[in-house]
């Protein structure tokens, strides 16, 4: 992930007032400066953008993208968008919320509800990473986040934890904590370039490990 591509991009192309456009039968696009975008229950938009704003889209909507830089997307149940990407904020997808290709985040948490679906990878920077019983099928990726992939999730892809070369980091010592919960499955490699606390349910499926030795839970004991 190129962390400053999204910054930049938006920086340059929404330096003017808010404003909307629609292209011969395309969908609405929105872009705006410093104010937030939501898009009703049931609607149809296209490209979403913002700088210094939120982006919210409301049960069974479908947007083309959404992307902010300093704020957060909200995705309702049952919406669906092709991608997601957001500088300074998290990104939360309801119940059943399907996304056809990657969400990715700088300083910020992602997490998938019941049933929500990624086609693509799920990946940040800084923030946790949490599924409820929803489904990645292009990989996790983090550097300093947790991971909590929980009962009955599944991903694809495998699951990354990259070395921190951030040189404000000040020598922390904190570890990444990563935890597979009951009859959830991981396929593909679980690799982790710096120290971690990896924690593994004894019914969980998981692919190989390298650079990290995991700690069994039984049933639904919750790591300590």
């Known amino acids: 992930m190129n962390r400053l591509t999204l910054a930049l991009l938006l920086g340059l192309t929404l330096a003017t007032a808010a404003h909307a456009r629609r292209d011969g039968n395309e969908d609405l696009d929105i872009d705006k400066v410093n104010g937030s975008i939501h898009v009703p229950d049931n609607?149809?938009?296209?490209?979403?953008?913002?700088?210094?704003?939120?982006?919210?889209?409301?049960?069974n909507a479908h947007a083309k993208s959404a992307e902010t830089v300093n704020g957060g997307i909200d995705v309702e149940s049952g919406s669906t968008l092709d991608s997601l990407e957001?500088?300074?904020?998290?990104?939360?997808?309801?119940?059943?919320?399907?996304?056809?290709?990657?969400?990715?985040?700088?300083?910020?948490?992602?997490?998938l509800a019941q049933g929500a679906d990624v086609?693509?990878?799920?990946?940040?920077?800084?923030?946790?990473?949490?599924?409820?019983?929803?489904?990645?099928g292009g990989g996790l990726e983090t550097v300093s986040g947790d991971i909590t992939i929980g009962a009955n999730?599944?991903?694809?892809g495998g699951v990354l934890v990259n070395e921190?070369?951030?040189?404000?980091?000040?020598?922390?010592?904190?570890?990444?904590?990563?935890v597979i919960g009951p009859h959830?499955?991981?396929?593909?490699?679980?690799?982790?370039?710096?120290?971690?606390?990896?924690?593994?349910?004894?019914?969980?499926?998981?692919?190989?490990i390298e650079g990290a030795t995991p700690t069994k839970l039984s049933g639904d004991q919750a790591p300590k």
């Not at 609607?43 to 049960?59: D, E």
């Not at 924690?199 to 969980?204: G, K, Q």
């Open 153 to 156: 999730s599944r991903v694809e």
């Open 43 to 59: 609607a149809t938009a296209g490209k979403l953008s913002t700088v210094n704003g939120g982006i919210r889209v409301g049960a």
């Open 86 to 111: 957001t500088v300074n904020g998290g990104v939360h997808l309801g119940e059943n919320v399907k996304v056809s290709g990657t969400v990715e985040a700088v300083n910020g948490s992602i997490t």
């Open 119 to 136: 086609t693509g990878h799920a990946s940040n920077v800084n923030g946790g990473i949490k599924l409820d019983g929803a489904h990645v």
């Open 184 to 208: 959830a499955t991981v396929q593909g490699q679980l690799a982790f370039k710096r120290d971690v606390d990896l924690y593994v349910s004894d019914s969980a499926t998981i692919g190989p």
């Open 164 to 178: 921190d070369h951030s040189w404000f980091r000040m020598g922390s010592s904190r570890k990444p904590r990563i």
